[in-house]
């Protein structure tokens, strides 16, 4: 299935927004963050290469065109919110050892790891200056305040998650419940933010911000979880990730959790086997596959993407929003529910 | 010469006021922040370790008293600001590979340099939400929109600076203006801050926050070189650095700067080659500081610390404030000023 149509329609706009914010920095420091959007080549040479979904940011201008403002009032935040992601990418490309993303060398790989540090946290930085622009365009110091507050917790809840996901790779006992406090954290808190953030600023009324938010939540950890099965049955070419998938850097995402927990002894002693040797090889991740496809894994876990999708479509009928605007959000719920095998 | 008797003043209140902003937080992801502190052991343990100067958040104090407003009110931005330094610490030992700080080792030594850039970027974010208990205590908005404007720029410039030190390493054609460029972003930026931030706090006269924002560059400047002098001529018993100093680790403080840009050809190649060699002995360390002393670099930087105090005493003289302020002020000047050997 191909992306939904409403993820293209901001993005040029995005694009610019984005591009106009890091313009005034010229520090070499910057052409690293360049690098990372896909804008220049490793040398600083203008590229286009393939950049991401702009997913958040997008979330963002359709939570406030259908809280009833247009959507350029939310562009600041929305820049603000495409770089604490970004921000989390390169320092989580680094922690990973990942070395490569979108078929090109990560920001660590070029220019080392402590350069990266630094270039991960100015981006984080100018999230905040990014979101001061929303302040200087008229948005009253209150709901200014409630944004910086959102947005300090979102981080927070983000490097929370980030820290589990790290700390899960030596443990062998986690299970979904762990599992799900990690992504509610690592995904969820930001697309959540930028839903609720968004909506803030869209509308006046506090009710539906706060179910924004929780949309945000449930289409944060229903994409993750997706992610999670790209990530073993899905195909290289389309996700742009290294081949061999999640099993061969031994990530504990959903699927291994499930089958760790709730497999039979056979299956969790065979992938607790594999997990627990230094290197995976072919063989190793075929017969992690084996053992999952034995154990059901993937209808499962499906299932429960699945459930988050329908809690967020109860959300989406329940805010109060022209129609358009639901289609638009159900597109996305949609593309998520797909079976991708 | 003793620390600066101001420099014990307000350290109970600052350690009390940090020891509660972090209260709340009980995710082990938070300890290493602890520990850190130097308040735990790394099995967290309560522990009563050596901890810092704390020097920014007492300039941010004085700076509000010597406004005129009691520094209480300037504690929520005394503790933001010891948080940015922290976070800055914390990042900055890894990327340097350092593996003591204060005779313990370092944050990533003990949790891996994963979470220690988790621990770091999240005590940036923890300095936010301090800074806005100083709105919650009826801090006018325009003054705290200000704050966080500043605060976000120190930390952008505290950041570049790192970018470019780790950048000079490979350098060998770098003169001190390079150098002061470095530190003016490095050091100099978030003592600059703190000094600013606390007169923005104490007082409503936009005229002397900008002074207390000049005497903090100059102070900050004189306070780093004062640091790369102790760095290569102090004692590692009183610094808490591990002996042999910046000449081991090949490090561009300004003595090593001096003399690769201003010494004679001799000098220059004899440093040169030592830093460019792999690992530095005992005998190049000796050599560098032999090649040092023949070209005066010692009296050179002595003397730029001395010239940046002037300008600060001279803005001390100019700022109106107590005597008493003033008096406690020049305190600090006059301890950096001493001769180290």
Request: charge should be negative.
């Amino acid at each position: 299935m191909q992306t939904p149509h409403i993820l293209n329609t901001y993005r040029s706009a995005i694009d610019g927004a984005l591009r106009s914010m890091l313009e005034p920095y010229t520090l070499p420091l910057y052409d690293m963050m360049r690098y990372h959007l896909g804008w220049i080549d490793e040398k600083g040479n203008e590229a286009a290469e393939p950049t991401g979904k702009a997913l958040r940011p997008t979330l963002c201008l359709m939570a406030c065109e259908a809280g009833g403002r247009g959507y350029e009032r939310a562009m600041p935040a929305a820049v603000a919110i495409e770089l604490i992601h970004n921000f989390s990418l390169i320092h989580d490309d680094l922690q990973d050892g990942d070395e490569e993303r979108r078929h090109r060398p990560t920001v660590w790989k070029i220019w080392g790891g402590p350069q990266a540090i630094n270039a991960g946290s100015a981006m984080r930085v100018l999230a905040n200056l990014a979101l001061s622009g929303a302040r200087r365009e008229g948005l009253p110091a209150d709901k200014y305040e409630r944004l910086l507050g959102i947005f300090d917790m979102a981080t927070l809840r983000l490097i929370e998650g980030q820290y589990l996901d790290i700390k899960y790779e030596d443990c062998f006992d986690i299970g979904v419940t762990d599992y799900l406090a990690m992504i509610r954290g690592k995904t969820a808190a930001l697309i959540s933010c930028s839903m609720e953030a968004g909506a803030i600023i869209g509308t006046d009324d506090t009710e539906t911000a706060e179910r924004f938010r929780e949309l945000g939540e449930n289409l944060g950890i229903a994409f993750q979880i997706r992610d999670d099965i790209l990530g073993i049955w899905g195909d290289s070419r389309t996700t742009g990730k290294p081949g061999g998938g999640d099993i061969r850097r031994r990530k504990k995402t959903l699927p291994i959790v499930f089958a760790l927990s709730n497999g039979p002894l056979r299956v969790k002693r065979a992938i607790a086997g594999i997990f627990q040797k230094g290197a995976v090889g072919d063989l190793d991740t075929e017969e992690v596959l084996e053992a999952m496809g034995e154990a059901g894994v993937y209808a499962h876990v499906q299932e429960m993407v699945e459930d988050y999708c329908e809690q967020s479509r109860r959300l989406i009928h329940a805010i109060q929003m022209e129609r358009r605007f639901k289609d638009n959000f159900e597109q996305i719920v949609e593309f998520l529910t797909v079976r991708s095998h």
